[in-house]
């Protein structure tokens, strides 16, 4: 399940041309699941639990944990989980966070 902000859903296709537009996506599965069923390229994993911490890090702390430049609240992120129910949780946790 993918959501983006304003839309309730993408395809995975959609997600490919998303990302040519260098869209950062977080993947908010657990690290079993990454582990079990495969990580999407050039995505991160953030499992759920960990997010709200994650996007209050400083950036130097962010790209250590997760070799990755921190998004910026104006950057373009998608996230992504199994069936869309943690992604939509993911998605209001950012947005109350601030990110647009």
């Not at 839309?7 to 908010?28: C, F, Q």
């Not at 495969?38 to 070799?67: C, H, R, T, W």
């Not at 921190?70 to 069936?83: E, G, R, T, Y």
Request: hydrophobic content about 40%.
């Amino acid at each position: 399940g993918l959501c983006a902000g304003g839309a309730p859903g993408l395809s995975y296709p959609e997600l490919k041309d998303l990302k040519k537009a260098n869209v950062l996506h977080i993947d908010v599965r657990e690290r079993w699941e990454i582990d079990r069923f495969g990580k999407i390229p050039a995505s991160i994993n953030i499992p759920l639990g960990e997010l709200v911490e994650a996007l209050q890090m400083d950036p130097a702390e962010f790209k250590e944990q997760y070799n990755q430049n921190m998004p910026a609240k104006s950057d373009p992120v998608v996230f992504s989980c199994l069936a869309g129910t943690r992604s939509k949780q993911a998605l209001n946790f950012a947005m109350s966070l601030g990110f647009s």
